[in-house]
């Protein structure tokens, strides 16, 4: 009983350097999202995809990018990484965008020194 | 701009008293609003949806109305117990196909 499963659960970075976070999720949703929370902010939404094969900014897309690579996985890649960037990344699924509830993986904590 | 404000960053209670957590929003018309529990360390974990045509809705301790006309709900844990300290989130979406945009939270700590 999965659900989401993000990797990994903690990183560090040197400013500069790329990395991607993975995200799969095995309850055949087709919307999938990630959020970064920073203390004082709250969620806020990097990208999503609504389906397979699109993929939205969000509110705070600039600095990612991502890929739907099927219909079970969503990666989040920095390819540059700024301090501004240290944040706790969480990745979550719904069956459909919006109206229906989300399900969110354990998070990963990245910090960027 | 559009806002969704939960009522305080903290909030301390009694063991058994009822706790009441409010999320006000601006400039959004939501067609769902949800609420979210976030333990420490941990993913939110949906607790309840309610749809902009219905009033309350309850799951066991919890009860969550829903006022378009204040652009406000209202999340009531009743018999409050210590294990139900945790940061509590609001999430609604406009209508249409768009994403969840959560509030800031409330911490909600229950005092033995």
């Known amino acids: 009983n999965a659900g989401v499963t993000q990797t990994p659960k903690f990183q560090v970075l040197k400013t500069g350097q790329s990395m991607t976070l993975q995200c799969a999720q095995d309850?055949?949703?087709?919307?999938m999202y990630w959020y970064r929370q920073d203390p004082g902010m709250g969620l806020r939404l990097i990208y999503y995809?609504?389906?397979?094969?699109?993929?939205d900014k969000g509110e705070v897309p600039n600095g990612y990018n991502v890929s739907r690579l099927n219909k079970r996985e969503f990666s989040l890649r920095l390819e540059s990484a700024a301090p501004s960037q240290t944040s706790v990344y969480f990745c979550?699924?719904?069956?459909?965008?919006?109206?229906?509830?989300?399900?969110f993986g354990q998070g990963t904590r990245l910090t960027v020194v | 701009s559009q806002k969704i404000e939960q009522n305080s960053e903290a909030l301390n209670i009694q063991e058994g008293k009822t706790a009441t957590l409010t999320c006000n929003y601006t400039?959004?018309?939501?067609?769902?609003l949800q609420w979210y529990r976030q333990d420490p360390g941990r993913g939110p974990v949906f607790l309840l949806l309610?749809?902009?045509?219905?009033k309350e809705k309850r799951k066991e301790r919890l009860k969550v109305t829903f006022d378009t006309t204040l652009k406000q709900s209202l999340f009531h844990i009743t018999a409050s117990q210590p294990a139900d300290s945790a940061t509590y989130l609001c999430?609604?979406?406009?209508?249409?196909?768009?994403?969840?945009?959560f509030g800031k939270g409330t911490r909600l700590s229950v005092i033995a």
């Open positions: 979550a699924s719904s069956a459909k965008t919006g109206g229906t509830e989300a399900f």
């Open positions: 309850m055949n949703h087709n919307s």
């Open positions: 995809s609504a389906s397979e094969g699109t993929t």
């Open positions: 400039n959004y018309s939501p067609a769902y």
């Open positions: 309610i749809r902009e045509n219905e």
């Open positions: 999430a609604l979406r406009n209508s249409g196909n768009t994403p969840l945009v």
